[in-house]
């Protein structure tokens, strides 16, 4: 290992211009002649929108047009879509009701845009705004998934009779009927995926601006994906032709999901930039964000497992109800579903699973993928139901587990997924060992001394990432292939730039790609640059989400250098005047094989320009490589993670004494940064255990609309986390990686939720476990118990 | 309108602002400096903290007229800018206390605040106590913590910083 | 935002002046309440008459056998001054809680007492140290100052000057805070002077900060937390949202209380 080749912890390269406040967000970019546009949302949670009234708001001061969604469907702007079909069990399509930037017609969920104000200050549009008259019908409406496919719910869209969007279903019913049938104990569930905003730091932001000579269009946005962003608005909104529209996603302040998507905002933006002929720039409150931005979870799941006579897991059923907002996201579809369903089996050998997830519309903000997107979902769903069997059979969870163990791989699973590599009771042993697991009694014994109650609680989650196999998600719905490219551009100098379809937002890219790059080509890292988000620099790429960058970004980063590799060597053996086949590349050197005769990475990336030593006819000059790499298969990132928590039983508040993570994320570019991705898992997951939830009244308000309402974790309400690592390499993959970005996400609920109730003695607890949810169940057990 | 006079990273600076104008809103669009951020509306995530006569103070929740006359020092004038990193941006950054990049400068002008309020020897439950009006998404905390621990050791070996 | 006129007066007969005057004037002090909410357009004062400027209304120190202090005092002062820390420690302490550091270095204790949001920590205190508002027109007793959500006694162009509390022999405040907002979702203050027994609450009640006399009288007999063994506030008249119900609330409160005495009596 190299010091700034793959593995070593080299510290970050972006981080100069962020801690000396030279990061350049979308907020930052001030375009000549700007003018400002301001949403007016709807109040109501469902509305008919007889008229809009916008004559007194347009003669306000500084006001440059008001525009509703009659303006924009007379420009015959397109729908926003969802781009992944899903097939109901009875065979017909999911029920796609259009989604147009501003409302027409109808107001579907508080805070849907029925208007935007563009004036010269951002005072003066929201001034104009209180002017516009909007001409509500109030309509009843409903926020609840458990309640939208009840006969007396009001019908969201025309298309989704009983508010449903599909009907799904994956795996074998008769044979888990079966099973559950035959079983000796089985283990019954109902769980609330709570709700989650997801809540970047930064938030949203667009800038659209039209020049005329060319007749094209910019747009700046924050943006994990700007090249899906203009295919969608390109090839689906009809705003402007791909080849005419710029996407540019700058430094982008936390992704987590949320910034995935194509939004209302960045289309109207765009569109009025257009119109009015001046950039227009939008930038979202916090407030606003909370009513604009996609949620995150939002499940209703009834779940069972069967067990035989020695422990073993023979069967699970699952019915989800799964809540996609008002509607349908860019990707919303595939969440409940692929990235759901398909990771039910666990890190378990299980026979057989069956899951049917109902989608339903809701009278509320769109809901999407939100870190871990699905796999939470599902870890959660497996790992309770592990945990409480393991309890009701008087069995030690982590003695459970590894009865149920997949020890031998590649693994089939029911449910689509074939697991490639792993070794999960490494991880779960080393974890027990760094969280001394068999000490727990004695600690449990001193927290009760201090009037407390101790619990610990396990997670052997795992996770399909490295998204994706084209053929496999084409064959699943997916409306685009899940490839990524990397073009490697060699300067004269043997200086390099990376261009890269993958986006950061946090997960420091310009480090980790510089280093593989290094490594391969012995330059130092000062001498690589990356370069993405600017779809004219970069051709085409898919972006960053689903923790994909590395097992597939950088698997493209390597085909492309595998490519420039082999052109250098017949540059090498020109100017050495050796066989292609003798030349050897070794940290940084050509050398002819058996020879002193050699030539530095410079000299020949010197020469591949001049061209001097070959005829430009056989070996074209010049040094760039591009590559398109589709993975073979998913990779599988698994471990355990262990949480140790106190209770205060008088409070019911909670507190996270230990936390211990062992995770396998198969070849690890830079441990630093891969931690600090964990990190940063864990306290979301955290987050959502304890703290957060997006909670929505039954006429579709949503309650905890500001940071007021909606608890983020803070530093107090996490403690030191030990992460280690135990490293099973994906085959999947030139380099071996699996993937580190949500894995925290996906493990920690479950751990928080099984310590908690391990120390209360109840399996009465949903999410998040606040202070006053604990001294509930609390309360609710002592009742029981004494009725009893 | 109303005019305003004070002193931004040691530069004086005068403007002649609406009432509306908040601090925030002068750094960044007036001055330009736009290193100082806006995360929320609710004067909670502290991405906006910049020193005023030397104590932190969310830039979001002052208007500049109140700040006639005063000091104001952001993450751009922290340290030289032909200097070497303030201490603790290089803690910052040797911690890996960022990722995105966005709650930085506030979490590195309230760390500074802190340590020249609570001295140099932060233990762990007084940092993240301290960051009670700080939030990040990204990092869990973890290194932030450690960055700030760090930093505040590296200040008092007497490297050259502002504040 | 809305637009408005800001005033930069230097004494407190301007100030006053100028809020009797202006229609739609308001005080501005620390501005940690009111700049949030005129940003949410949840409020849009014509005039804001700024108190910054305006001399003698700062300042921590003890007059006889009462502590003193100025309405514009920051958190951060009372919560690090070395005067208050000897003779009403417990005060302190409230101070060190309210907010964040930042929000300390400009919130102000007049500011809180005149805005009696009803999870706000300094009504608790005020009220459970039997404080006395000192304006510019009169000296008002704690007891009579809080008049429910968001009210108090002060009438239009009533500025408050000082707040002054009497030593006590024993105090403690414990706050249990909104995990969200970090206000006070319950915080119980309890206080000691000679047969004068405070409990006051803050957060919890539906119409803002108040006494809880089961408790008080409780502890005449004894002040420790023995004395408040078992006993509970009725869940009637407590507030109740998601981060709390009444009955969560009223559980709080004893549990609170008992933990407050138990600190101040060390």
Known sequence: MSATGIGAAVRRKEDHRFITGKGHYTDDVNRPGQCHAYFLRSPHARARIKSVDSKAAAAMPGVLAVLTGSELAADKVGNLICGWMITSKDGSQM???????????????????????????????????????????????????????????????????????????????????????????????????????????????????????????????????????????????????????????????????????????????????????????????????????????????????????????????????????????????????????????????????????????????????????????????????????????????????????????????????????????????????????????????????????????????????????????????????????????????????????????????????????????????????????????????????????????????????????????????????????????????????????????????????????????????????????????????????????????????????????????????????VEGQVHGGIAQGVGQALLEHAVYDKDGQLVTGSLMDYCMPRAQDLPTLKVDMTTTKSPSNPLGIKGCGEAGAIAAPVAVINAITHAIGTEQLEMPATAQAVWQALQKANNTRKAA | MSAVALTVNGKAVTADVDPRTLLVQFLRENLRLTGTHVGCDTSQCGACVVHVDGKAVKSCTAFVWQLEGANVLTIEGLADPNGPLHPMQEAFREHHGLQCGYCTPGMIMTAVDMVNRKGHDLDDPTIRHELEGNLCRCTGYHNIVKAIAAGAKAMEKGHAHKT | MYAFTQHRPTTVRQAASLLGKQEEAKLLAGGHTLIPTMKLRLAGPKHLVDLSKVEGLTGIEMKGRSLVIGAMTPHVEVATSAVVKENIPALAELAGKIGDPAVRHRGTIGGSIANNDPNADYPAGVLGLGATIITNKRRIPADEFFKGLFETALEGDEIITKVQFPKVNKAAYVKFPNPASRYALVGVFVSKRGSDIRVAVTGAGANGVFRVTAFEEALKKRFGPKSLEGMTVPADGMASDIHGSAEYRAHLIGVLARRAVAAAVG
């Open chain 1, 95 to 673: 029920k796609m009701a259009p989604h147009p930037a501003l409302a027409h017609g109808s107001a579907n969920h508080v805070g849907d845009a029925v208007a935007v104000i563009l004036a010269e200050t951002l005072a003066q549009a929201k001034d104009a705004a209180e002017k516009v008259n909007v001409d509500y019908q109030v309509l009843p409406a409903v926020a609840d998934p458990a309640r939208a496919q009840r006969e007396d719910a009001p019908q969201i869209h025309e298309v989704a009779a009983r508010n449903t969007i599909y009907q799904w279903h994956l795996g074998d019913a008769k044979a888990v009927e079966a099973a559950f049938q035959a079983a000796r104990h089985v283990t019954r569930l109902d769980i609330i995926n709570n709700r989650l905003v997801p809540n970047a730091i930064e938030p949203r932001a667009a800038i659209g601006e039209y020049d005329a000579g060319s007749d094209s269009l910019t747009l700046w946005n924050t943006s994990q994906n700007p090249h899906v962003a203009r295919l969608v608005i390109s090839a689906f909104v009809g705003i402007a032709p791909e080849n005419r529209l710029r996407v540019i996603a700058p430094d982008v302040g936390g992704g987590f999901g949320s910034k995935i998507f194509i939004y209302p905002e960045e289309v109207v933006c765009l569109w009025a930039a257009r119109r009015i002929g001046r950039p227009v720039k939008w930038v979202a409150e916090r407030s606003e964000a909370f009513l604009a931005d996609a949620h995150g979870r939002d499940h209703v799941t009834h779940a069972e497992m069967a067990f035989d006579g020695d422990g073993k897991i023979t069967g699970l059923r699952v019915k989800t109800v799964a809540n996609l907002g008002a509607y349908m996201s860019t990707f919303a579809s595939s969440i409940p579903t692929y990235l759901y369903a398909t990771l039910l089996s666990g890190q378990y050998d299980i026979p057989a699973i069956y899951c049917e997830v109902d989608a339903v519309y809701t009278n509320t903000v769109p809901v999407d993928a939100y870190r871990g997107a699905g796999r939470p979902e599902a870890t959660f769903v497996i790992e309770r139901l592990v945990e409480v069997g393991a309890r009701e059979l008087g069995l030690d969870p982590a003695d459970l587990r590894k009865k149920n163990f997949i020890k031998n791989f590649p693994h089939q699973t029911p449910v689509i997924m074939n697991y490639d590599a792993g070794d999960y009771l490494a991880s779960l042993k080393k974890a027990l060992e760094l969280a001394d697991y068999d000490g727990f009694g004695k600690r449990k014994r001193e927290s009760g001394r201090n009037g407390k109650l101790r619990g610990i609680g396990l997670s052997t989650y795992i996770e399909a990432c490295g998204i994706a196999p084209s053929q496999a998600v084409g064959s699943l719905g997916c409306g685009v292939g899940l490839w990524e490219s990397a073009e490697a551009r060699v300067n004269p100098t043997g200086s390099v730039e990376i261009l890269t379809g993958c986006h950061q937002h946090g997960q420091g890219h310009e480090t980790t790609f510089a280093q593989v790059v290094s490594e391969r080509l012995g330059i130092p890292l000062d001498n690589v640059s990356i370069v993405h988000g600017d779809t004219d620099k970069v051709q085409f790429g898919m972006g960053t989400y689903g923790s994909r960058s590395g097992a597939v970004g950088i698997s493209a980063l390597v085909k492309a250098l595998d490519k420039v590799e082999a052109k250098a060597k017949k540059v090498a053996a020109q100017m050495l005047e050796a066989a292609e086949g003798d030349i050897v590349f070794r940290d940084g050197k050509f050398t002819v094989a058996g020879t002193d005769k050699s030539a530095a990475w410079g000299e020949v990336a010197l020469n591949a320009y001049i061209a001097h030593k070959f005829a430009g006819q056989e070996l074209e000059p010049g040094l760039k490589e591009s590559a398109f790499y589709d993975p073979t298969n998913f990779t599988f990132p698994a471990g355990c993670h262990v949480c140790e928590i106190e209770v205060d039983p008088q409070t019911g508040e909670s507190e996270i004494v230990a936390w211990t993570a062992v995770d396998d994320f198969g070849t690890v570019i830079n441990p630093m940064i």
